[in-house]
Protein backbone atom coordinates (compact mmCIF):
# COMPACT_ATOMS: atom_id res chain seq x y z
CA UNK A 1 0.00 0.00 0.00
CA UNK A 2 1.09 3.53 -0.85
CA UNK A 3 1.30 6.60 1.44
CA UNK A 4 -0.34 9.08 0.19
CA UNK A 5 1.27 12.37 -0.24
CA UNK A 6 0.03 15.98 1.37
CA UNK A 7 -1.85 18.00 -0.07
CA UNK A 8 -0.91 21.17 -0.08
CA UNK A 9 -2.66 24.19 -0.10
CA UNK A 10 -1.76 27.82 -1.42
CA UNK A 11 -2.56 30.30 1.40
CA UNK A 12 -0.69 32.90 -1.12
CA UNK A 13 2.67 33.04 1.42
CA UNK A 14 5.31 31.00 2.36
CA UNK A 15 7.61 31.14 5.44
CA UNK A 16 9.80 33.46 4.02
CA UNK A 17 7.28 35.86 3.64
CA UNK A 18 6.54 35.68 7.36
CA UNK A 19 10.58 36.57 8.09
CA UNK A 20 10.07 39.17 6.13
CA UNK A 21 7.35 40.77 8.23
CA UNK A 22 9.15 40.62 11.45
CA UNK A 23 12.55 42.00 9.95
CA UNK A 24 11.54 44.21 7.18
CA UNK A 25 11.76 48.12 8.13
CA UNK A 26 9.40 50.27 6.28
CA UNK A 27 11.54 52.27 4.24
CA UNK A 28 9.18 55.52 3.97
CA UNK A 29 6.34 58.00 5.67
CA UNK A 30 5.33 58.04 8.89
CA UNK A 31 6.23 54.86 9.90
CA UNK A 32 10.19 55.03 8.48
CA UNK A 33 12.37 52.66 9.98
CA UNK A 34 9.12 50.86 12.07
CA UNK A 35 9.26 47.05 11.31
CA UNK A 36 6.51 45.76 9.31
CA UNK A 37 4.66 43.85 11.73
CA UNK A 38 4.57 46.79 14.21
CA UNK A 39 3.09 49.09 11.74
CA UNK A 40 -0.49 50.01 13.72
CA UNK A 41 -3.10 48.80 11.85
CA UNK A 42 -5.06 52.02 10.94
CA UNK A 43 -1.67 53.08 9.10
CA UNK A 44 -1.94 49.48 7.16
CA UNK A 45 -5.88 50.07 6.51
CA UNK A 46 -4.63 53.68 5.24
CA UNK A 47 -3.00 52.33 2.61
CA UNK A 48 -5.87 49.63 1.83
CA UNK A 49 -8.29 52.57 1.07
CA UNK A 50 -5.79 54.90 -0.94
CA UNK A 51 -3.15 52.23 -2.41
CA UNK A 52 -0.53 49.68 -1.66
CA UNK A 53 2.78 50.44 -2.57
CA UNK A 54 3.73 48.59 -5.45
CA UNK A 55 5.87 45.07 -5.75
CA UNK A 56 6.87 43.34 -2.81
CA UNK A 57 6.08 45.95 0.07
CA UNK A 58 2.99 46.28 -0.96
CA UNK A 59 1.96 42.64 -1.21
CA UNK A 60 4.01 42.43 2.46
CA UNK A 61 1.52 45.17 3.42
CA UNK A 62 -1.49 43.51 2.63
CA UNK A 63 -0.12 40.15 4.09
CA UNK A 64 0.44 42.34 7.29
CA UNK A 65 -2.97 43.49 7.29
CA UNK A 66 -4.53 39.96 6.79
CA UNK A 67 -2.47 38.87 9.54
CA UNK A 68 -3.61 41.68 11.81
CA UNK A 69 -7.47 41.20 11.09
CA UNK A 70 -6.69 37.68 11.97
CA UNK A 71 -5.85 38.25 15.26
CA UNK A 72 -2.60 35.95 14.21
CA UNK A 73 0.54 38.94 14.50
CA UNK A 74 1.84 37.16 17.38
CA UNK A 75 2.64 34.22 16.16
CA UNK A 76 5.04 36.71 13.35
CA UNK A 77 6.14 39.34 16.55
CA UNK A 78 7.80 35.26 18.10
CA UNK A 79 10.26 35.63 14.85
CA UNK A 80 11.23 38.52 15.84
CA UNK A 81 14.93 38.54 16.83
CA UNK A 82 15.28 35.04 15.79
CA UNK A 83 15.64 35.44 12.14
CA UNK A 84 19.09 37.48 10.38
CA UNK A 85 17.53 40.76 9.20
CA UNK A 86 17.00 40.52 5.54
CA UNK A 87 17.60 43.87 3.65
CA UNK A 88 14.73 46.67 3.76
CA UNK A 89 13.38 47.08 0.60
CA UNK A 90 14.38 49.80 -2.01
CA UNK A 91 17.69 49.59 0.42
CA UNK A 92 21.29 47.63 -0.75
CA UNK A 93 22.63 45.25 1.19
CA UNK A 94 25.31 45.29 3.23
CA UNK A 95 28.27 42.73 2.86
CA UNK A 96 28.70 40.20 5.53
CA UNK A 97 31.38 40.78 7.54
Known amino acids: MQSKKPETVDVGFDAQDLE?????????GRYRGRVLIDLPEEYLLWFE???FPAGGLGRLMKLCLGIKASGAEAVVKQLKGRVRRPPTPGRPQAPDA
Open 20 to 28: RLATWKMPF
Open 49 to 51: RTE
